[in-house]
């Protein structure tokens, strides 16, 4: 399931959006697998006092851990970590909404780390430290937190020249209005054309 794009600004492009790992889920269908086995083994058994305990126990046991695997895939599935061209997005929760919102210009550094049973796996956590109260953020369960790490530079690289342009754009249109001026006040004898000249280069520097 996609991030919401109605969450989303209309100039934002999305270069990451994911879930997290699939190694989030494996203990909650690993204690499902054993309580399945444990269940079936208990059913097997005769109707004594002692197996009908056993019966009780391990059917007990599977509805605790259905109901675990369940919440926790619920979670997986309303967990995103998303990286647009303008900021790094963490979301989770169905009823009660848990949010985090990193500006890439606010973003100081990123790093990663990865045990060598998660390299194998594709797994690890992304560890963001920005400027603002919060300091640094650790996301866990981040798929090839590497990667991801490579593409957050990349969007602020891109943020920082997209930045600069608008600003030199800016800077061009305010010399060309200037200059629009000085020639109307030459055109009117206000100064002289030497003047203008004068003020031209200045401008142009």
Do not use: C
Request: aromatic content about 8%; cysteine-free; overall charge negative.
């Amino acid at each position: 399931m996609a991030f919401p794009r109605r969450l989303l600004n209309s100039f934002e492009t999305v270069k990451v959006d994911m879930h997290p790992h699939w190694w989030y889920l494996t203990p909650s269908v690993t204690a499902l697998a054993v309580s399945v086995g444990f269940a079936g083994w208990a059913l097997s058994l005769d109707d004594s006092g002692t197996d009908k305990a056993l019966k009780v126990i391990g059917l007990v046991i599977l509805i605790a851990s259905a109901l675990w695997t369940l919440i926790r895939y619920t979670r997986w599935v309303t967990t995103y970590f998303v990286v647009t061209s303008d900021r790094v997005i963490f979301r989770q929760g169905v009823l009660r909404k848990i949010g985090v919102q990193i500006p890439l210009e606010r973003v100081n550094n990123v790093n990663f780390e990865q045990t060598i049973f998660e390299r194998m796996l594709g797994a690890g956590d992304l560890l963001i430290e920005s400027g603002g109260a919060d300091g640094r953020q650790t996301f866990e369960d981040i798929r090839h937190p590497d990667r991801v790490t490579n593409v957050i530079h990349e969007a602020m690289e891109e943020n920082v020249a997209n930045a600069s342009g608008s600003a030199r754009g800016t800077e061009i249109d305010d010399v060309a209005g200037q200059l629009e001026r000085l020639e109307g006040l030459a055109q009117r004898g206000s100064i002289t054309w030497d003047e203008f000249e004068a003020q031209k280069r200045r401008l142009l520097g």
